[in-house]
């Protein structure tokens, strides 16, 4: 059974700072990995998506990384900023397009 | 980008009472659709998968009699929450899927909050 930690639970940062998300999953048989945005009491917003293939993916500020063999992710922020609060969702796809989430991160930048 | 949309967005029924949140896709035909359920302070957790024109696939420990899913459509899906209870009490999120799209993107939709009283 996959199951993807996410560390660390809860950050806070002044505004500017670069930062980095820690995601790792148990089951290294996977098609894709994913980071996803989750604002207080609304839905997700899909960030970047890894292919099992790929190494990493860039998206302006925020960069992905992937280490299938380790079972490993990373999500940097670079120049955070207030806007940026939020919980960061990892998610991996395994078999049968099951997503399996990790518990997520709570992002806070403090202006 | 593709759009998905839930409605209602939150309810608020009687313990023992059924409750219907719908899920579309607005742009595209989605031959798969999710549903997913996230506690407070907790990940979302897939319940089932539902594909066009058959019967849900149903997670380990989601009860189907429970919770009744209806993919009738290629834009709509329906989860139906039967006699619910305050424990049924949660955050109700809908994905969908397009087959002509890379198979591997889901798009949300952005959730249904349903308290039991």
């Known amino acids: 059974k996959q199951e993807v930690t996410q560390i660390p639970a809860a950050l806070s940062v002044p505004e500017g700072e670069n930062l980095v998300l820690n995601c790792s999953f148990t089951d290294s048989a996977i098609y894709n990995l994913q980071w996803f945005r989750q604002d207080p009491g609304k839905g997700l917003t899909s960030l970047l998506l890894?292919?099992?293939?790929?190494r990493e993916q860039t998206s302006g500020r925020l960069n992905a990384s992937l280490d299938k063999s380790s079972g490993r992710s990373t999500l940097y922020i670079a120049a955070s900023q207030p806007g940026d609060s939020a919980t960061y969702l990892c998610?991996?796809?395994?078999?049968?397009?099951?997503?399996?989430f990790g518990e997520g991160t709570q992002l806070t930048v403090n202006p | 980008g593709a759009v998905v949309s839930q409605h209602p967005s939150w309810v608020i029924c009687k313990s023992g009472t059924s409750v219907k949140i719908e899920c579309r896709s607005l742009d595209f035909q989605a031959t798969t659709m999710f549903w997913y359920r996230q506690f407070p302070k907790q990940s979302l957790m897939l319940m089932a998968t539902?594909?066009?024109?058959?019967?849900?696939?149903?997670e380990q420990g989601v009860e189907k009699d429970k919770f009744l899913i209806n993919h009738a459509s290629l834009t709509l899906s329906t989860l139906t929450v039967t006699s619910a209870h305050p424990e049924d009490s949660s955050f109700y999120i809908c994905s969908a899927r397009e087959a002509r799209l890379p198979t591997d993107t889901q798009y949300f939709g952005p959730g249904t909050r349903l308290t039991v009283l």
């Open positions: 539902s594909n066009e024109g058959s019967k849900a696939t149903y």
């Open positions: 998610a991996v796809e395994s078999s049968g397009s099951r997503l399996t």
């Open positions: 890894i292919q099992s293939s790929q």
